[in-house]
């Protein structure tokens, strides 16, 4: 059989099985070839826009400007038919090459997962990470597709109001690193025109200006609402957060609320929650009547220590196969027991898969 690519070193084009035959996968959107119609190679060459090139000069340069307008005026995304990628590190006789950060974020379909109220935590999560330290080791298309997907997320926001204090934290991390990257290291280590970057630099502080003005309407009800719910009641919803900002907004509420959210055991149990025991003895902190001040060691020891992530859905990796997948799409495994062999992936141990 031929070998069918662009390069006798290439791994070759994918392909797909359909009703009349094998077809090519095309890897841009369709909306690529809608503007393609909106460009005319003619127009292009016409005289009267000053254009003083002719014959096969005119029709490469028609062609450069054919290829800026699309890059410039759409948003393409990456398809792919798998939604799983193979871990590589190094190379074989049977694969060559390596995996990138980039190259897993344009695989793994980050854009649908935004969607997901299960991984919209852990989307985030990641951008804000690759935010503060792996931006300039994407390449020109996975920042394409990175803003693409922060698009989605501020929109989403903006319209159902979910998780803001997130994404403002997260894009007050872009905005930072953006600045230092445009200002103070140049613009040598960014892929594209520094004007680009200028102008998303913009987009992002138009994005913040929008979330620090966003106002959470009202809910109008004649129903039970949660003051009327028994003490009981309350105090177990209170039980049920991990995030110690979202305790004190709740307390914020009403005067019961904010009694119950200055308990010392429910303090208690978010530190153990977060952290580890022996972290505990090392920064004891003790109140006026020598008891532990639960809240103020929490606050402390989040200043030396992580906290415990709880995501409602991640990534997984596949021991066996070395392949990153979600995990409701499954991916091609050879082992006897594929489910012994899967591990959840952290944001943090998402990027450390492509340090080499």
Known sequence: ??????????????????????????????????????????????ENKENLFTGNVCEVVAKKRKKDFYNNNTKSQFFYQEKWIYVQKESTRERHG???????????????????????????????????SQLPSLSGAAQK???????????????????????????????????????????????????????????????????????IPKQLSNGMTLRDLPLDMQNNILYKFSDACDIINLGQATPTLHMLSEGRHLWKKLCQFHFAEKQFCRHLILSERGHVDWKVMYFTLQKYYPKREQYGDTLHFCRHCSILFWKDSGHPCTANDPDNCLVPVSPQHFIDLFKF
């Open 1 to 46: 059989m031929p070998f069918l690519g662009q390069d006798w070193r290439s791994p070759g084009w994918s392909w797909i099985k359909t009703e009349d035959g094998w077809k090519r996968i095309e890897f841009y959107g369709n909306e690529l070839r809608d503007n393609n119609n909106g460009i005319d190679l003619e127009e292009l060459c016409d």
């Open 98 to 132: 390596y995996c990138t950060l980039g190259e897993a974020f344009n695989r793994l379909d980050f854009s649908s997962a935004t969607q997901d109220i299960q991984r919209f935590t852990y989307v985030a999560k990641l951008l804000q990470l690759i935010a503060r």
């Open 145 to 215: 597709n990175y803003f693409n997907v922060l698009e989605k997320i501020v929109r989403k926001v903006l319209e159902d109001h979910h998780n803001p204090r997130l994404i403002k934290e997260l894009l007050q991390d872009l905005s930072s690193t953006l600045c230092i990257l445009t200002r103070g290291m140049g613009k040598s280590v960014l892929v594209g025109n520094i004007n680009i970057w200028v102008c998303r630099l913009e987009t992002i502080l138009n994005w913040q200006q929008q979330l620090n003005n966003l106002q």
